[in-house]
């Protein structure tokens, strides 16, 4: 959505200038969502901008509400769904554009426990289903071990920089919640919470100096 003051982000070689439909986001809130269309139409909203026919719009837009396990939800308006459910439909309308790579901002971070932890193997799921590219912003370190294959650690801000890089060699499929007991998951916990430490430390003072 910005320009970099410095350097350059590349797309399978090709520069990024300017939004594209090659790139979806997921937001951390649903107020994304426009309230006035249903589950469908919001999902569906990508594809009507690019000149899709009705019947083919619904058709895909049904699609990708099956695939995150919403069937029969379609006509609902987002007032009228769960957060959770909210966020699976921000999932499906970035699906729904075909996107090489997508983005997500701390897509689960307002969410309860539970229903964080679903929205994980469901995400899990959703990824070995259609191989795409992810990027995915967390600051909880159990959700970034279990769901991903890389994991870049960040330096405290302002001026933020990568300060470590991690592969996460755990076997695929993945079951995010037992995976958290495989004793790789806790050696990889410890040497990317040794770099994470210091840093959020820091952050943590700054935000005391702050408030004071």
């Known amino acids: 959505f910005e320009a970099p003051t410095a350097g350059r982000i590349l797309l399978d070689g ?53 695939m995150v396990g919403l069937t029969g939800q379609g006509a609902k308006h987002p007032s009228e769904l769960s957060g959770g459910m909210k966020q ?10 075909d996107p090489r790579m997508l983005l997500m901002d701390e897509p689960f971070g307002a969410l309860d426990a539970v229903t964080r932890a679903v929205l994980q193997g469901e995400l899990s799921r959703i990824w070995a289903e259609t191989k795409k590219t992810v990027l995915f912003i967390t600051h909880d370190l159990d959700e970034a071990i279990a769901m991903s294959d890389r994991v ?35 050696e990889l916990h410890e040497q990317i919470w040794s770099v994470l430490r210091e840093e959020v430390l820091k952050g943590y003072a700054r935000q005391m100096e702050v408030s004071a």
Not at 32 to 47: C, M
Not at 88 to 97: E, Y
């Open 88 to 97: 699976r439909i921000q999932i499906a309308r970035a699906l729904a554009n």
């Open 152 to 186: 870049v650690v960040l330096s405290a801000g302002p001026a933020t920089r990568p300060i470590g890089e991690f592969v996460i060699d755990l076997e695929r499929p993945r079951d995010v919640a037992e995976i958290r007991v495989h004793p790789r998951f806790i």
């Open 14 to 66: 090709a520069p990024v200038e300017r939004p594209g439909a090659d790139r979806g986001v997921v937001f951390q809130g649903h107020d994304s969502l426009y309230d006035w269309l249903t589950a469908l139409d919001n999902i569906g909203f990508g594809l009507r901008l690019r000149g899709m026919g009705k019947a083919e719009r619904r058709a895909k837009a049904e699609h990708f509400l099956r």
